[in-house]
């Protein structure tokens, strides 16, 4: 059985006999060893016993603690996470997320863990994730990982700028509303152009006391004058788009083309008019964080896997809204997927769009 206890100013912990602390905090390279084999011939219940009483110890002498001790319990706990049994992990990360001197690569563990319930506190709240932590795991993980973090009390220009870029329109809301972001004039600008579309982003811009009334005013003439431009490319776009399906069918070279060289409304549109779906269904599409639509897209009209590639890349570049590894794991799901099916689902989508409202 594990037993911890404070004894005095000592930290004193015990696994069947093996000192976890000398008197002096350090940790004997040889008793790690033996807490690490006890550890993994621990069934479950036991490792989860462990793991909840070194938290309770930690976070009875946090405020005590100076860093060579706090690396020491970053070691043990590096130790008992490497359990594939994942109970108490969204526990763990609960306690720690407000702890000022929590083991800091605990807390990027956590926070990079791909279930949410573990990795929202931390990214919420915990001090000892730094601007290039929040950075990298906005840019790999989604809208989820970024809502949270978008919370934090304070963020800085680098994190906002990939969180309004890439997240989706609620996380947007949230770092509009967040008081403690500070924007750079690319990410003013970047939320004042999603305002257009949102009174409530619109309504948090107009409210925060350090953007100059001036200012935000040239920020929604600059937006208005993108939408304007945009507009226009669209429906240029949808027209060559068309142009080419009725003259040599809009072939697969063509949609690699546009991918390859970055034309992204003229792939959009190619790929609207080849899937008979609307250019804002294939935008949005691309915008998403999740692959899957785009894969079934170019499943359902034939694209050939390396123009898919080369689509999801372009995603990739013009909205950092998926990863090279997804795309590259994407290429078995597209093989795997059946033709037939992707169509099916596609079918289903212009049914849907036929009957929007925008239709009506």
Known sequence: ???????????????????????????????????????????????????????????????????????????????????????????????????????????????????????????????????????????????????????RKDLTEPVTDILVHKGDQQVARSVADNRGARLSAKGLDKLVERAESDQSIS???????????????????????????TTKAVAAAMRLAISLKQTNGLHDEQISAFAENGEYENLVAGLAVRANLKYEVIDNLMRSDKIAGVVLVCKSVGTPWNAAEAILRLALKRHHNITGVEIGNARRDFLDLARATAERIVRFWQLRQSVSPANA
């Open 203 to 229: 309504a948090s811009l107009s409210a925060r006391p350090e953007i100059e009334p001036e200012l935000l005013k040239t920020a929604f003439s600059r937006a208005a004058t993108r939408a304007e431009l």
């Open 1 to 151: 059985m594990c037993r911890l206890r404070r004894n005095g100013p000592l930290i004193v912990a015990s696994y069947h006999n093996t000192r976890v602390f000398t008197d002096n905090g350090a940790m004997p390279a040889h008793s790690l060893r033996e807490i690490e084999d006890t550890l993994r011939h621990a069934d479950p219940q036991k490792r989860h016993q462990t793991l909840r009483a070194v938290a309770d110890l930690f976070l009875s002498t946090a405020p005590s603690l100076d860093e060579t001790h706090v690396e020491v319990f970053d070691t043990v706990f590096e130790t008992l996470l490497e359990d594939p049994n994942r109970s108490g992990l969204s526990e763990l990360s609960e306690r720690m997320a407000p702890i000022e001197n929590a083991p800091r690569r605990l807390v990027k563990k956590l926070a990079s863990d791909g279930d949410i319930l573990v990795a929202g506190p931390v990214l919420a709240q915990s001090p000892r994730l730094s601007a290039d932590d929040l950075c990298e795991i906005a840019l790999t993980k989604g809208n989820a990982h970024m809502l949270a973090m978008s919370t």
